[in-house]
Every structure is written in structure tokens, then in C-alpha cells.
């Protein structure tokens, strides 16, 4: 019954997702670590894609913690919560970044399966956490892959001539 509740949500996660990793995997490991997705701070997709899966994973804690019953509200500093999970993850290696979100997705998702009703606060974690976030970095993120393959060809053409 949920999950027919929430079926345009997931999908609108699944697919705002695949978009997200079709982007990712069109670059090498090294251009996922080249910084200019975002300036001030310098962002590369490894950080993009660890601030996501960080978020994704948050949003399996508090799922959890309203199946529970522990469940306090969502009344967070977002701004303190992203740079704490920036510090969190740091320079991690792209490969832990690349499992962490994957992984943060699958438990979210799980989690959000075992929900027992629709509520007010799991749709502010489902927008927070999936296709709604996901929909604010995928702009930036076309550009800045477009960006990095656009270097490759040209360091391709320089190569070759």
C-alpha cells in the first residue's frame, strides 16, 4: 500500500538517480576528482556525489528512526549539516565516495519501504534525500561533465597531433 503512495516518488528518485549516474560514469576516475564543479568551496564530483550519498544516508537514519518510534522532527541546520558531512567525508578516495552514495541509497530506499504511513516528515526526508536534491545538482553536474569531456577531447586532439 505505501509504496503505491509513494510511486511517483520513487520514480521520480530511480530515474532523477540513473540520470545522476549516466553523468558520473561518462568520466574517468581522475576527471571525478578534478575540482570546479562548484567554487568557493572548490567541489569536484566526488564531493557532489559524497554530499549526496551522506544526505541519502541521513535520510535512512531518520526513516529509521520514525519506524521506531524516536523520530525528533527535522528542525536542522542544513548549512551546518552539509559542511559537517563535507568535513565527514572529506578526501575520501573516489571508490569509498562512489560506495558510500550507492550505499546510502539502497539502505534510504530500504528504509523507506519499511515506512508503516506517509507522513508530513517522511516526505520532507524523501524530498530532502532523493529526486528533489538530486534535481539541484544534476544542472551543474550536465555542465561540469560536459566541461571535463570537452578537456579530454581537446587534450585527445593535442595528443594526436
Known sequence: M????YAADLEAERNAWYELLELVRALTPEECLVAGYYRDPDWSVRDVLGHLGTWLAEGEVQFERMIAGTYE????DIDVMNASFLAAFG???????????????????????????PTDEAAWWIRKSGAEHYSEHLPRLREWVAELAERRHEQARATAT
Open 73 to 76: 522532527g527535522h528542525d536542522i
Open 2 to 5: 505505501l509504496d503505491r503512495l
Open 91 to 117: 578526501e575520501q578516495p573516489w571508490d569509498v565516495c562512489w560506495i558510500q552514495a550507492n550505499a546510502g541509497r539502497t539502505r534510504m530506499l530500504q528504509a523507506w519501504g519499511d515506512l508503516h504511513e
